[in-house]
């Protein structure tokens, strides 16, 4: 087993279907990889349908959405997890761009989003946000992302997981994983992503989120909020 796709849910009935449609439907042969959900009590049909699709689905225990990555990574059999979420659609070659890119020293790989919508305001902010991406990495720094991150299973628990924290945990880890080995960040392995959380709170109050929580990362602190599951 080379692959496990870990995918944390929550009353996500309206979109999981299509995500695990397409992770089924992926270029790298359906016996290499397995396909994971980690549900946090879902009070829609989202268990149901994900029964469908899923190798396995299973009842988080962990605190937070890394709690529940968390959850997954300790029952999955691949020797690479690769972590997203229920709203992403990746293209068929995804997995196998993955792969390819574990070359000798890479602990970890991750690359960019782009907005599901088709809307212009969300595919300019897209096009900004992978750019500053694209330019950090240059600098040397690399934040993994929740929605698009694949580790060396060894390497994930030997970095200690994902923590709690209410935000940005998914950057958090790439900083730990990157005293390990190379952590590549590649526009290879895009994904497209829902703006549903931008469409409920707006670009303002969630970019403002991101950014509070990236600066108190940046000086060792934890950030700062409450963990909530979260229905859209």
């Given amino acids: 087993m080379q692959i496990s796709v870990i995918v944390p849910t929550y009353n996500e009935e ?29 009070t829609d049909r989202t268990v149901g349908i994900a029964s469908r699709y899923a190798d396995l689905v299973i009842r988080q225990t962990g605190k937070g959405v890394g709690g529940a990555r968390n959850d997954g990574a300790r029952v999955a059999r691949g020797r690479i997890l690769v972590h997203t979420d229920a709203d992403v659609v ?5 997995l196998e761009n993955i ?6 020293g890479v602990v970890a790989v991750c690359g960019p989003d782009e907005p599901f919508e088709n809307k212009f ?16 990495y240059r600098m040397g720094v690399v ?16 970095a200690g997981g ?3 924290y ?16 190379r952590v590549v960040y590649t526009r290879k392995t895009t994904v497209r992503a829902s703006a549903r959380r931008l469409e409920k709170y707006g670009i303002i109050r969630v970019l403002n989120g991101w950014l509070r929580g990236d600066l108190l990362l940046v000086r060792g602190k934890r950030t700062v909020g409450k963990y909530h599951r979260e229905s859209y």
């Fill in 14 to 42: 309206k979109v999981i279907a299509r995500t695990l449609m397409h992770l089924s439907r992926q270029t790298l042969p359906r016996s290499e990889y397995e396909i994971i959900v980690v549900d946090g009590g879902s």
């Fill in 90 to 94: 990746p293209e068929p070659e995804w």
């Fill in 99 to 104: 792969l390819a890119s574990f070359t000798a």
């Fill in 121 to 136: 305001k969300y595919r300019l902010l897209y096009f900004f946000i992978n750019l500053f991406s694209d330019v950090t």
């Fill in 143 to 158: 934040g993994t992302r929740g929605t698009n991150t694949a580790v060396l299973r060894e390497k994930f628990f030997e």
């Fill in 162 to 164: 994902y923590t709690d």
């Fill in 166 to 181: 209410p935000l940005c945990d998914d950057v958090e880890l790439g900083f730990r994983l990157k005293r390990l080995g």
